[in-house]
Nanobody, 119 residues
């Protein structure tokens, strides 16, 4: 049984920072991508960043320069450090796992329950 649990969301003023965490359990892939997505009610879920268990990271254009994805493989945990937050970053943030590098939400294999970020 795969479970992804996010934490770290909250309310912050514009220009502030937040660090999201997502811990996975029950995964059986030998290697995989963990990614962050976000969604505003009424909009499609949007890819933010992904990282491979080997360490290579990928970012959506809107995240480059402000967000940093990292991981602790020993703890099956991925982090999203978000700096210089803007009101338009307000969304529910979800982590997801996929054995391949896909940025499309429908391609992800597993999802967490989400954590709200309000700027």
């Amino acid at each position: 049984h795969v479970q992804l649990v996010e934490s770290g969301g909250g309310s912050v003023q514009a220009g502030g920072s937040l660090r999201l965490s997502c811990t996975a359990s029950g995964l059986t892939y030998s290697s995989y991508y963990m990614g962050w997505f976000r969604q505003v009610p009424g909009n499609e879920r949007e890819w933010v960043a992904s990282i491979h268990t080997g360490g290579r990271a990928y970012y959506a254009e809107h995240a480059k320069g402000r967000f940093t994805i990292s991981q602790d493989n020993a703890k099956n945990t991925v982090f999203l450090q978000m700096n210089s937050l803007k009101p338009e970053d307000t969304a529910m943030y979800y982590c997801a796992v996929c054995p391949f590098y896909y940025t499309a939400p429908q391609r992800q294999s597993y999802w967490g329950q989400g954590t709200q970020v309000t700027v």
